[in-house]
């Protein structure tokens, strides 16, 4: 029986058809599957050339409009007080639950925008969760600052 | 990892073509594009759980995995996991036939995080398992290093297609050379070219990876115990429904001998 190793010329599927064409090679299992069944790429050789020029990778990256609000929760106060706890499936960080409580004051809109971080830390405060400042490290605040306000300026479209 | 797996002589005569009760047994199950009915065995929350949406870094992403990627997240790239229930519904569908078909599976993954778990998953299922060194002409050259007329695998599953120096594995390359399908994880430092059938997620997470090894099992053996029913239907024996005991067929199935 012949076969064909040649596997940067076409797929498997193609040279195992043309073989059975020529009346060298027998119908293998997978043949009737793969014709059945297809996969949705067909699996062809492709060398990994670098990109020139401009081009570009089309992958996207994920922002959410909370983001905003995170990136000023972690300057201002660092890592929450309490440590992530991800063995539990719903856990929620105390960063999360400053942005939910900051979504539901900025919803009812009685608080102008300044002051609505400011009410929502007071309102954590309130109700037990309690936050400290960091410590004024200018040279590292500057510097995050501009990492997180390049990441701020992606967000206000 | 004992090289005498493969050993298994090819069959006389391909037992597949039986006549007009042959060509039903096996035209059957490709009228339906998914006969086995593999989508109810996962769901995108049972992906999602399970942390196979998670890839590497943006570094390490491969150029042709672009397609299947969602978008990045602080640098992690997480995958398209719309897509990857396509991909892994494809890919279960195709194990389900070969598997039906009474193909050679063998299981490749070179993580040694794994190795046992791939092993035991393959023993449970009756099929091969691969999981050591790969020795350089294991397909390429088997007729000289196993002896004349051994039967090489009809599919190879390759549950991490990297080895342990993060360059593709080398029977990847190989399958492709001698005409052999191959169903592979792809994470996103993969290259998914040469894989006949891709399914883009994880392969780095325990809880990933007991996904694959679980839905594999069960897809495999599902389609050989329908083949079992569908052969004691062809041979005239009474085929037991839900009965607990094990089903009668005349001769033992070939895949009952675990070959390790």
């Known amino acids: 029986m012949a076969g064909s190793r040649v596997q940067k010329v076409g797929s498997v599927f193609s040279r195992t058809r043309d073989l059975m064409r020529m009346g060298v090679l027998r119908q293998p299992l997978w043949f009737e599957v793969y014709a059945a069944c297809p996969p949705r790429r067909e699996p062809r050789y492709r060398p990994a050339r670098p990109r020139y020029g401009r081009a570009r990778d089309g992958v996207r990256d994920i922002f959410y409009p909370e983001d905003a609000v995170r990136a000023k929760f972690y300057r201002v106060y660092g890592s929450g007080p309490r440590p992530f706890d991800l063995l539990q499936p719903n856990y929620k960080s105390t960063c999360q639950r400053f942005v939910e409580k900051y979504n539901e004051l900025k919803e009812e809109g009685k608080i102008e925008e300044e002051k609505l971080f400011e009410e929502t830390g007071k309102a954590l405060l309130a109700s037990g969760i309690i936050l400290q400042r960091r410590g004024t490290d200018k040279v590292s605040i500057k510097r995050s600052e501009n990492e997180l306000a390049s990441g701020l300026k992606r967000l206000h479209f | ?260």
């Open chain 2, 1 to 260: 990892m004992n090289p005498a797996l493969l050993g298994v002589p090819a069959p006389a005569v391909p037992s597949t073509k039986l006549g007009a009760a042959g060509d039903g047994l096996l035209s059957e199950p490709l009228g339906h594009p998914d006969f086995f009915n593999v989508k109810e065995l996962f769901s995108m929350k049972d992906l999602f759980s399970a942390r196979v949406h998670l890839g590497h870094k943006k570094g390490c992403r491969h150029r042709f995995m672009e397609p299947y990627i969602f978008g990045c997240r602080l640098d992690q790239d997480i995958i398209d996991l719309d897509q990857t229930m396509d991909h892994l519904q494809l890919a279960l569908n195709f194990t389900a036939h070969i598997a039906y078909r009474k193909g050679i599976i063998l299981f490749v993954s070179r993580n040694r995080q794994f190795c046992h778990l791939v092993e035991s998953t393959a023993r449970e299922c009756g099929e091969y398992a691969h999981t050591r060194y790969w020795q350089g002409g294991l397909l390429t050259n088997a007729h000289i290093q196993f002896g004349a007329g051994v039967r090489l695998p009809d599919l190879i599953i390759f549950l991490s297609s990297l080895n342990n120096v993060f360059e593709p594995h080398v029977a990847i390359r190989d399958a492709a050379k001698m005409n052999i399908p191959t169903v592979g994880v792809v994470d996103t430092n993969c290259n998914p070219c040469l894989i006949t059938y891709p399914i883009p997620g994880n392969d780095d997470s325990p809880t990933a990876m007991e996904l694959y090894c679980k839905l594999f099992k069960m897809t495999i053996i599902r389609a050989k115990d329908y083949r079992k029913q569908r052969e004691g239907a062809v041979q005239g024996r009474p085929v037991h429904h839900g009965d607990a005991g094990p089903l009668e067929v005349e001769h033992p199935p070939q895949w009952a001998d675990e070959k390790k």
